[in-house]
T-cell receptor
Framework: RKEVEQDPGPFNVPEGATVAFNCTYS??????FFWYRQDCRKEPKLLMS???SGNEDGRFTAQLNRASQYISLLIRDSKLSDSATYLC????????????FGKGTTLSVSS | NAGVTQTPKFRVLKTGQSMTLLCAQD?????MYWYRQDPGMGLRLIHY???????AKGEVPDGYNVSRLKKQNFLLGLESAAPSQTSVYFC??????????FGPGTRLTVT
């Protein structure tokens, strides 16, 4: 099942580094796109939605390229607290009944 | 607000036993979902509900039943547990469908 693919990592970076995660999706009819964050043994939490025009939330920037079916997440000035697994999520409808979750990319930030 | 809560947090069952997982949300959300998360796989939707009294099958519904008798509660039942149902179960809720809020999860082991 490879509808949403992510590099599993782990990405090991020092504090202050910039790191980028990529995600590709296979269904061209996908409607909405998100990044979720999941800490070890915890529930996923919505980090940000991803828009075609790109969007930024503090140190986090998300980009969507519909033509290439590609989503990215850039984290600037990494903090220890950014260590987590980042899930790329694609919605096939607006009811949330067809969310396709990637397996996640693991980030470890060290001091 | 407690958000989304799940009961129990952990459970060990023997093959063939039954149990019910309870999900409760206090955000007055219409949509509720049950997912399972297995190592090496993304979250997969088991069943969902778009309102009180309604339920529908997700991607992996076999072996599970659900009920939504009250808007705030969504129950997941395993009638005859199998080792393949060993997993972490997450409940989620959403007002409009897309932005989902997850509960803390239930770790179930079936021996």
């Amino acid at each position: 099942r490879k509808e949403v693919e992510q590099d599993p990592g782990p990405f090991n970076v020092p504090e202050g580094a910039t790191v980028a995660f990529n995600c590709t999706y296979s269904n061209s009819a996908s409607q909405s796109f998100f990044w979720y964050r999941q800490d070890c043994r915890k529930e996923p939490k919505l980090l940000m939605s991803v828009y075609s025009s790109g969007n930024e939330d503090g140190r986090f920037t998300a980009q969507l390229n519909r033509a290439s079916q590609y989503i990215s997440l850039l984290i600037r000035d990494s903090k220890l607290s950014d260590s987590a697994t980042y899930l790329c999520v694609v919605a096939l409808n607006q009811a949330g009944t067809a969310l396709i979750f990637g397996k996640g990319t693991t980030l470890s930030v060290s001091s | 607000n407690a958000g989304v809560t799940q009961t129990p947090k952990f459970r060990v069952l023997k093959t063939g036993q039954s149990m019910t997982l309870l999900c409760a949300q206090d955000m007055n959300h219409e949509y509720m979902y049950w997912y399972r998360q297995d190592p090496g796989m993304g979250l997969r939707l088991i069943h969902y509900s778009v309102g009180e009294g309604t339920t529908a099958k997700g991607e992996v519904p076999d072996g599970y039943n659900v009920s939504r008798l009250k808007k705030q509660n969504f129950l997941l039942g395993l009638e005859s547990a199998a080792p393949s149902q060993t997993s972490v179960y997450f409940c989620a809720s959403s007002r409009q469908g897309i932005e989902q809020y997850f509960g803390p999860g239930t770790r179930l082991t079936v021996t």
